[in-house]
Structures are given as structure tokens and as C-alpha cells.
């Protein structure tokens, strides 16, 4: 197991794919998206914050589930 | 179709042609400068960063092949500052050949600058419905006493 998630980070270093341009993209959707729905820039960082997290999380889970299935079957 | 904001006076179809020429313009014309200046830094920033990381060749209307780039009509979302950039992308893009579709950079720059289209219709959507359906003056001096008392 540890030897699996060892692995799963070592290749998303390792990968071809400039997929850490993604994180900015996002960031700046995030932001851009909640500036519509709240008028306050406190709110606005709080809930931009939360999505861009979401997003990244949501995406890291779905990337190791990937991972996991590429691997075992 | 509703022409003209009954408070400010201020015309929701002027601000949405504006925030389509101008990223951010509609939010500045309707009064709004700190969100008309957000917007046009993130909007016009993911531009510019997709033309630095794709190398200059992300915004072009036509491929190798002369079809109609598709991703070119979702930056189109950003308008002017897409129009003003495409034909110095596209001058770069037939100087770099063939090579320049092979590289992985340039497709992340291409999506760079897609996104920024897309949320700029967003950012049109907001400048417009603002103008057009605006809040209940009850709601918003709700609002301000809530402000006030925190």
C-alpha cells in the first residue's frame, strides 16, 4: 500500500504532462466565478478559496482512483 | 428587452457589448470599478499566460489543415483582446510549422486562453443581469443596516 501511494506521487512528478498549470487555471476560475455571486472581496477570497479547493481535492481523489484502477486492474 | 436600468440609467446592453470588447468594461460602466478591474486582470492575465506558456501560437481561427480552430470560438468569449491577439498569434503559429501542434505546452495555453473566454460571457451574463434585474431596494437596505450593526 504504501509502496502504491509512493509511486502515485513519484509518477505525478515524474509525468509528461505540465498538469501543475492547472492549479492557476483554476485558481483564477474560482476567483472570477464567486466575484459574480458575492459583492464583498472578503467573501469573495473565503468562497474562492473553497471552490478552488474542492476543485483540487475532487480532482486528486479522481486522479488516484484512476491511478488505483490503471494499477490493480 | 430591457434597455435601460431603471436606477442607474446605465444600459445593460451597452454594458454587455462593453464587457465583450473589454473584459471587465461592462462591471466599470455600470459603476463597479474594483470588479470591472478584477475581471480585466483575470480575464486579460489567463490570456496573456496562455500566449507566454503556448509560445504565442494559442489564439488561431484556422489549423494546418484551414478548419475552424473550435477553441478559437470559446476565446472569442474575451472578444476584443482575442480579436487583437489573433493575428500575431496566428503569424507565429505559421512561422513555428507543424511542430507547434505536438507540443504539450501549447495545449495548455490553448485551454488558458478557452477558459478565459468562458468566463468572460460569464462576466457579460453578471455585467447584464446587474443592470437589468436589479435588487430590491428593500433587500439592499437590509442589507446596509446589517452592515452597519456588524
Known sequence: MVETVRHFFEHLLTLSNP???????????????????FDDPRQIARAALH????????????AAVFYAMNRFF | MIDRSPESGASPVAALVLAWA????????????G???????CIVGLLAAGMIIGG?????????QEHLELWWLAQMGAG???????PISEELAR???????????????TLYAAVAG????????DAYVKLAFPRDKREEEEETKKKEAS
Request: glycine share 12%.
Open chain 2, 95 to 109: 512561422r513555428g510549422g507543424q511542430a507547434i501542434y505536438a507540443n504539450r505546452y501549447r495545449e495548455v495555453g
Open chain 2, 35 to 41: 470588479k470591472g478591474a478584477l475581471f480585466f486582470g
Open chain 2, 56 to 64: 504565442g501560437t494559442v489564439i488561431v481561427h484556422r489549423d494546418a
Open chain 1, 19 to 37: 498538469f501543475w498549470l492547472y492549479y492557476p487555471l483554476c485558481a483564477v476560475a474560482a476567483v472570477v466565478y464567486k466575484a459574480t455571486k
Open chain 2, 80 to 86: 476584443g483582446a482575442t480579436l487583437a491577439l489573433t
Open chain 2, 118 to 125: 468562458f468566463l468572460n460571457v460569464l462576466v457579460m451574463m
Open chain 2, 22 to 33: 473589454i473584459p471587465g468594461a461592462g462591471h466599470a460602466y455600470a459603476g463597479r470599478w
Open chain 1, 51 to 62: 471552490f478552488f479547493l474542492s476543485v483540487t481535492v475532487g480532482i486528486f481523489i479522481l
